[in-house]
T-cell receptor, first 112, second 114 residues
Framework: AQSVTQLDSQVPVFEEAPVELRCNYSSSVSVYLFWYVQYPNQGLQLLLKYLSGSTLVKGINGFEAEFNKSQTSFHLRKPSVHISDTAEYFCAVSTGGFKTIFGAGTRLFVKA | DGGITQSPKYLFRKEGQNVTLSCEQNLNHDAMYWYRQDPGQGLRLIYYSQIVNDFQKGDIAEGYSVSREKKESFPLTVTSAQKNPTAFYLC?????????????FGSGTRLTVV
């Protein structure tokens, strides 16, 4: 069975600073990996996904993530955050079937 | 624009009542899902449907029921058997053929028991 662990429940950061949101997964088979963003009282929006190929994946809003198979990680990064990036971020894993496992989420607070 | 519409946005339920949450999509996706979101617990799968007239229980199906009579629609009923229904409910859909390219989510329904 797959599982996803988001290592930080909350991450405060100052505006224009870099940020990394950490995600580890476990699976005995090949996986597809995703990051979603959720703004208050809204649904989730897909930020980026890793299906195959290059391990560095670029997404929307300047975010990128790196798939590291040996460390079973898929950390999300942004070199310079904005106030508008304040939201909750979810890492998710799928083995290509009809079910996806979500992490518990990381709340990113960007301070002025 | 294609997407998923959930209604209502806010819903209040009295003790012992059944309520139905609507989910409609125009993305031509075969697969649809219902998730429950509680603070600090991420998303938990209630039910999912791979095709019309077929659906499977997720991890927390007790106290919920669904139907899938049309490809575009996947309503969720929260029954009186669900003892703690206050939560944020999210509907999603995905590309079929068994390969998950990620979900498209609706904007959610916040259910509160009064």
């Amino acid at each position: 069975a797959q599982s996803v662990t988001q290592l930080d429940s909350q991450v405060p950061v100052f505006e224009e600073a870099p940020v990394e949101l950490r995600c580890n997964y476990s699976s005995s088979v090949s996986v597809y990996l995703f990051w979603y963003v959720q703004y208050p009282n809204q649904g989730l929006q897909l930020l980026l996904k890793y299906l195959s190929g290059s391990t560095l994946v670029k997404g929307i809003n300047g975010f990128e993530a790196e798939f590291n198979k040996s460390q079973t990680s898929f950390h999300l990064r942004k070199p310079s955050v904005h106030i508008s990036d304040t939201a909750e971020y979810f890492c998710a894993v799928s083995t290509g079937g009809f079910k996806t496992i979500f992490g518990a989420g990381t709340r990113l607070f960007v301070k002025a | 624009d294609g997407g998923i519409t959930q209604s209502p946005k806010y819903l209040f339920r009295k003790e012992g009542q059944n309520v139905t949450l609507s989910c409609e999509q125009n993305l031509n996706h075969d697969a649809m899902y219902w998730y429950r979101q509680d603070p600090g617990q991420g998303l938990r799968l209630i039910y999912y449907s791979q095709i019309v007239n077929d659906f499977q229980k997720g991890d927390i199906a007790e106290g919920y029921s669904v139907s899938r009579e049309k490809k575009e629609s996947f309503p969720l009923t929260v029954t009186s058997a669900q003892k703690n229904p206050t939560a944020f409910y999210l509907c999603a859909s995905s590309n079929p053929q068994g390969l998950n390219y990620g979900y498209t989510f609706g904007s959610g329904t916040r259910l509160t028991v009064v």
